[in-house]
């Protein structure tokens, strides 16, 4: 056996095609509704998104509030909008069992 290894380099981040993304993945969520200024639940604004240089910049309300408190995500690579996506669902979840 060769100790060739597999160096394969993931394609470049795309911050534009990941935005639009996540975009389709919360259309996909059904309960949020877009405004220009982002996400909403309930009337209530929970989420965020902008794009700055070559990242994704994100903040998502850590519960629904006419003034929430926000976190902070920069997503510079796939796996980072994929563990978004899943801080999102969690959320969700969480407040729908809070109504």
Do not use: H
Request: hydrophobic residues 40%; without cysteine; charged residues 30%.
């Amino acid at each position: 056996m060769s100790d060739d290894g597999w160096d394969i380099a993931p394609p470049p981040f795309n911050a534009d095609n990941a935005l639009l993304a996540l975009k389709r993945f919360l259309r996909d969520q059904q309960v949020l509704a877009e405004r220009s200024e982002g996400w909403m639940l309930n009337g209530q604004l929970v989420i965020q998104l902008g794009v700055d240089g070559g990242a994704v910049q994100a903040r998502l309300a850590r519960r629904p509030a006419r003034t929430p408190e926000w976190d902070g995500f920069t997503l510079k690579s796939a796996p980072d909008s994929r563990k978004l996506q899943d801080e999102i669902k969690r959320r969700l979840m969480r407040w729908k069992g809070d109504e």
